[in-house]
């Protein structure tokens, strides 16, 4: 099982075996909340009909073509449908199945642009201590979480890492604190120690969020952006989580009014009801890349057998419709303050040493109990008997609500995490 403590879990399994909206339910009939939205994937609540008849219909109509030299609508249309969302100019996209998926393509885009650009020696990619860009051996290389680390050897050359940007002083800072913008500093750093012209990007995300809901400094996103300007180097925001209104905008880069030049996306993108990743790229990008082949050749040599799967096309496209039929972005923006609000009471709880929370995104760090995610995962266990799943991350938990929460589901879910905590 993935990212799973085996033995445990078959010791005492947690199953779930059907949804709807904002509820997950066990055999037994059991309700639980979804207080992570699954994996951060499911903003418009389970079970969607609307997900369902496309994808049934869709499998009846085309079930499959091979994307390699031949393509179907429904592949185009979406591309259309995401870069109508997308920033600006960034408004070519590439399928993939997956966020792990999504940026290795990404980081593949940067290096081949170098390449076709004529500048070949940018090989090195800078990004972030405690970052998570999957578990694939590009996004693993770039990441910066230990224990996903540790296990699989040297992984990639040339990456440099940057330090993140929590300190303990910023404990309880409500949204983004005012201080380190200048952390930003350390990818000018990286030019320097390297040459800029060893560099092709920098990878980071937005808002960190599998270590626990890291929000950037005010300018940090800013400062990043300049100084990779200046040095000609590659943005790349992985917005797989805060893609798709996690903030209450369609992307991160919209709430912190950042352009990256290439973004990941995947989760929300299907409501979770199908895999798939995306990156979008910018028009200077593609035409780069593009312009540098011969007439009639593969220009990118890179892709999967279910890139852009008519299928799975299907479901994000009607997954986009409810979206705006629902008006999910707007939903979710008002949601943000009560969210936000109900989560800050939390702080009192003795257990409870720094809460931090941007959007519909909260990390509630749990005092350490003598071993590292030992806390945690008493947690979680704790959590799923009270009724409420969530995302634990060491000794965080994190708080993610499906858009179609109202703010009173929301209450009910911070009321339990305060009653078990204090418990626990
Ligand atoms: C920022 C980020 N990038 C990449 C991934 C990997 O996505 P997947 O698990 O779909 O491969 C995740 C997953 O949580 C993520 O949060």
Do not use: W
Not at 64 to 79: A, M
Not at 98 to 106: L, M, R
Not at 133 to 142: A, C, E
Not at 146 to 151: E, F, I, S, T, Y
């Amino acid at each position: 099982m993935p990212f799973t403590a085996n033995r445990a879990f078959k010791e005492s399994p947690r199953l779930i075996t059907s949804a709807a909206g904002i509820h997950l339910f066990e055999p037994s009939g059991r309700p639980i909340l979804d207080g992570s939205s699954g994996l951060f994937c499911v903003p418009a609540g389970h079970c969607r009909p609307e997900i369902a008849t496309a994808v049934s219909e869709q499998l009846q109509k085309l079930d499959y073509t091979t994307p390699f030299q031949f393509s179907h609508p429904g592949g185009f249309e979406l591309s259309r449908k995401i870069a109508s969302l997308t920033p600006a100019g960034l408004d070519r996209i590439f399928f993939a199945n997956s966020g792990s998926e999504s940026v290795e393509t990404a980081l593949k885009m940067a290096l081949a642009y170098h390449r076709a650009k004529g500048e070949p020696s940018r090989q090195r990619i800078v990004s972030r201590e405690l970052a998570y860009h999957g578990v694939n051996f590009g996004g693993l290389s770039v990441g910066g979480m230990v224990k996903n680390r540790q296990g699989y050897g040297t992984l990639l050359p040339g990456v440099v890492h940057m330090r993140h940007t929590q300190t303990v002083q910023r404990s309880f800072t409500q949204g983004q604190a005012e201080e380190g913008a200048d952390l930003a500093d350390d990818l000018l750093r990286a030019v320097q120690l390297y040459g800029a012209e060893s560099i092709a990007a920098v990878i980071v995300e937005p808002i960190v969020g599998s270590v626990g809901i890291l929000v950037p400094p005010q300018g940090y996103l800013q400062r990043l952006r300049e100084i990779a300007d200046q040095h000609g180097i590659l943005l790349i925001f992985d917005e797989v989580i805060t893609g798709f209104g996690r903030t209450g905008c369609p992307f991160a880069a919209d709430a912190f009014d950042v352009r990256p030049d290439v973004m990941t996306m995947a989760k929300a993108l299907t409501n979770g009801s199908m895999p798939m990743g995306a990156v979008a790229a910018s028009t200077s990008i593609y035409d780069t890349i593009t312009s540098a082949a011969p007439e009639g050749t593969i220009e990118f040599f890179h892709g999967y057998t279910y890139s852009g799967h008519p299928v799975v096309a299907a479901a994000a496209l009607a997954t986009l419709n409810i979206f705006e039929k629902d008006g999910l972005y707007d939903r979710a923006a008002a949601l943000v303050a009560p969210f936000q609000d109900a989560v800050a009471e939390l702080a009192s709880l003795p257990l409870v040493t720094d809460i931090r929370a941007y959007g519909l995104l909260a990390g509630i760090d749990l005092a350490i109990d003598g071993q590292f995610g030992r806390r945690g995962f008493a947690a979680l266990k704790a959590l799923f008997e009270a009724g409420l799943m969530v995302r634990v991350t060491n000794d965080t938990i994190i708080l993610a609500p499906p858009f179609v929460a109202e703010a009173s589901d929301v209450a009910q879910m911070v009321d339990i995490v305060r009653s078990v905590v204090s418990r626990l």
